[in-house]
């Protein structure tokens, strides 16, 4: 993998997805609604670089979003 992360942001050069930190601590996902936690949206990206961006990679990287 090739993930880019940073206190901010997690990026890819393999893929356009990204995941961004909100000021509560939760992340979100550019391609995907809700609010994860960072060892979730860290999860998401590994599989949006795999090339898996479909729902169910999301929640099975995510099993319950984090509460805001």
Known sequence: ???????????SDRCK??????SDGS???SW????????????AMGHAERGDVSARSVESAAAEPARS
């Open 1 to 11: 993998m090739t993930l880019q992360i940073s206190s901010d942001w997690i990026t």
């Open 17 to 22: 997805q990204a995941a961004k930190a909100m």
């Open 27 to 29: 992340w979100v996902l």
């Open 32 to 43: 995907c609604s809700g609010r994860y936690t960072r060892a979730q949206a860290v999860t």
